[in-house]
């Protein structure tokens, strides 16, 4: 996990982007702890743990990751 990792396509997505990006640079260790699904599976499905407000929420998430056919 690292900051060259991240690539925003065509989503205005750039705030969240860029939060991961400051942690894949500083801690990677953090990143890999909000994950709760630690194997790939055959739903192509992971839990995550986000910090909202100071409390843990997870949230299922999958590999599909939108992106604009224009994006390189």
Known sequence: I????IMQGGLGDCYF??????LAHFNQKMITRLFRT??????????INFIVNGERKPVMIDDFIPISKHSK
Do not use: I, S
């Open 2 to 5: 690292g900051p060259e990792d």
């Open 38 to 47: 630690r194997e790939v599976n055959a739903a192509g499905c992971y839990e």
């Open 17 to 22: 982007l860029q939060a991961l990006a400051g």
